[in-house]
């Protein structure tokens, strides 16, 4: 059963569709002559839309969910009533909003929800204390099982009715209610918590990436802290790939209309495309994906049964119009770097590679301190090219990865490509977020569409299979996540500055620079804060950049030749031989630990 089905069946989606309710009872007791829409439950929460006679305060908020708890104290029961059209009508005869969708219910066209519906549902009213809803339920026996300790209401936002900018905007209030108290707390803690990570504030605090309004929206500059923290992953993930059978490749940016008719990019993809640039008359685009300049290089040749398997990796940058409106940091960006690989290899081949490129990803997430993982296999759609032996081969080839490396995954049934089914790896933050990473797709269509072969042991011409495969995904992407992951205290063999040499008076700067030296020949990245502010103040702002050391060098440190070591998690290590320190950094950095 999917995520979804479970939570619709769930308890607590029931106590917050009745919370919707009791929400909605108490807004229209302050307004009278307030129009209320519809109020479904959503993740985390619920909320529910009105058209009411001015804006809402805060204050109102706060005034609608005291009451909300008065209801709520009052065990009223939800009734169900299954009425006539007519019924519904009279109902709610000074609700145009609801008579809009009775009518819709009416037609059979629209649920109360305004979600198409196959078959004309009966019509049900719910009702609770004075308040009556159109509505399908569930609902909880009575409004006691909603905790008024577990309740909170959240915020009012503009919505537009039925989601349509050309209708009026109403006002959505949300809310949100829980089982328990401390399922209330715990969410707030990871909201304020997603808060104080967001990627797009700490890029600014700590200097890591920026947006230019002169570049342009979703074009990334990454500054030299945040580009050093990628430097690090591509070398590390660059010497893996080498480790792993992978060849590197570079191809251009951009490439003739004819490729990108080849590869049906012109025909599928479009709109996720820019516009060409003439380049002597012919049209040239931007590339939006990698693949058909890694064919090319796989056809420059005459490719045998020996040669195979294949596996070309690049750090490809390509291109793909998002409209300015869904643009968002790192997440959501116009051109985006991917650690892009395609693998080209015989049939009886492509288990195998399933499986390697699987442990890989793996292997890789983990390096980078990502430890929990989801796997999502999709299956195939309706539209789709090849043959269905194929498919089925391939899927299960799919599903033996998966299951070999003991992952808890879902089936997207008809999830996949219309070239080929797919394993999407989603990695848990440490918020518990989902982030979807890293890809490994085959493909059906284009070694057709390319005419791709290899000389069997037959001697005779067969065509290759391919599996594209991105790991980390695009950069930028996983540079917000890693950020959020970590909320920018960055483990020590990330970290742009790896320690901070803070000299507590000017006396003690020339043994500052000397240890700062030491350890820059030792391969450590440092910053001497030479600053003649106060000790306390240059180790705030040290931890203020989640610096994981900081050296403080005063009077004894100074003439007994040592350092006092201050860490970013607080502990301390007073007056110790600088070579102790370099020995736990460098241990750290090594093992790439979590610990500092
Ligand atoms: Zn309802
Ligand atoms: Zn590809």
Redesign the pocket.
């Known amino acids: 059963m999917a995520e979804q089905e479970r939570y619709e069946e769930s308890h607590l989606y029931k106590i917050r569709?009745s919370a919707?309710?009791v929400m909605a009872q108490a807004v229209l007791e302050l307004f009278p002559e307030g129009k209320f829409t519809i109020?479904p439950p959503i993740e985390n929460g619920f909320y529910y839309d009105f058209d009411l006679p001015r804006n809402l305060t805060p204050d109102d908020l706060e005034q609608i969910e005291k009451r909300m708890r008065q209801i709520i104290q009052g065990k009223h029961a939800f009734k169900k009533t299954i009425v006539s059209a007519e019924e519904a009508k009279r109902i709610f005869a000074d609700q145009p909003y609801k008579l809009e969708l009775i009518e819709g219910l009416e037609k059979g066209r629209l649920d109360?929800y305004g979600n198409p519906v196959q078959e004309r549902p009966e019509i049900s009213i719910?009702e609770h204390d004075t308040f009556f809803?159109l509505?399908?339920?569930p609902?909880v026996e009575n409004t006691s099982e909603i905790r008024p300790d577990a309740l909170k209401l959240m915020n009012v936002a503009g919505a537009y009715w039925r989601g349509d900018e050309k209708n009026k905007m109403l006002q959505r209030i949300y809310g949100t209610a829980w089982e328990k108290v401390d399922d209330l707390k715990g969410y707030l803690w990871k909201l304020e918590e997603a808060k104080k990570r967001d990627h797009r504030r700490l890029g600014k605090e700590l200097d890591l990436f920026s947006v230019s309004e002169d570049v342009g929206a979703g074009l990334i500059l990454w500054h030299p802290k945040g580009a050093m923290i990628r430097v690090l992953v591509e070398d590390f993930s660059r010497n893996a790939h080498l480790e792993n059978g992978y060849e590197w490749v570079f191809s251009p940016h951009i490439g003739r209309a004819y490729l990108w008719q080849t590869s049906g990019h012109l025909d599928f993809y479009k709109e996720g495309m820019y516009s060409p640039m003439d380049i002597e008359g012919e049209p040239y685009y931007a590339k939006p994906m990698n693949c058909p300049f890694h064919i090319e290089i796989f056809k420059s040749h005459l490719r045998s049964y020996r040669d195979l398997p294949r596996r070309y990796a690049e750090y490809g940058t390509v291109y793909r119009y998002e409209r300015s409106g869904v643009l968002h940091g790192l997440t959501r960006v116009r051109g985006f770097t991917q650690d892009d690989a395609h693998i080209f290899c015989r049939p009886n081949q492509v288990e195998e590679e399933i499986s390697r490129a699987l442990e890989f990803s793996l292997y890789v997430l983990r390096s980078m301190g990502l430890t929990e993982f989801k796997a999502y296999l999709s299956t195939m759609p309706e539209k789709y090219v090849g043959n269905t032996a194929n498919w089925e081969k391939a899927i299960e080839a799919l599903r033996r990865a998966i299951e070999a490396h003991n992952l808890p995954y879902q089936v997207d049934e008809g999830g996949g490509a219309f070239y080929g089914p797919k394993i999407d790896l989603k990695v848990m933050d440490a918020l518990g977020r989902e982030w979807q990473l890293s890809t490994i797709q085959f493909d059906f269509n284009l070694p057709e569409r390319f005419g791709l072969e290899y000389i069997g042991e037959d001697g005779q011409p067969h065509q290759p299979y391919m599996v594209h495969r991105a790991l980390l995904g695009s950069m930028e992407r996983f540079f917000g996540v890693l950020i959020e992951h970590f909320g920018g205290a960055f483990p020590v063999w990330m970290a742009p500055v790896q320690t901070v040499v803070i000299p507590i008076a000017d006396r003690h700067l020339d043994y500052a620079h000397e240890v700062a030296q030491k350890l820059r020949a030792e391969g450590l990245r440092v910053e001497l804060d030479e600053r003649s502010e106060r000790m306390n103040a240059k180790i705030r702002d040290a931890q203020k950049q989640k610096i994981p050391y900081m050296l403080v060098i005063g009077d004894n440190e100074m003439n007994a030749g040592r350092v006092s070591l201050r860490v970013r998690d607080g502990s301390q290590q007073n007056n110790i031989p600088l070579a102790e320190f370099v020995a736990r950094a460098k241990d750290r950095i090594a093992r790439r630990a979590a610990e500092l």
């Open positions: 569709h919707a309710h109020g109360e719910y809803d509505c399908r339920g609902h």
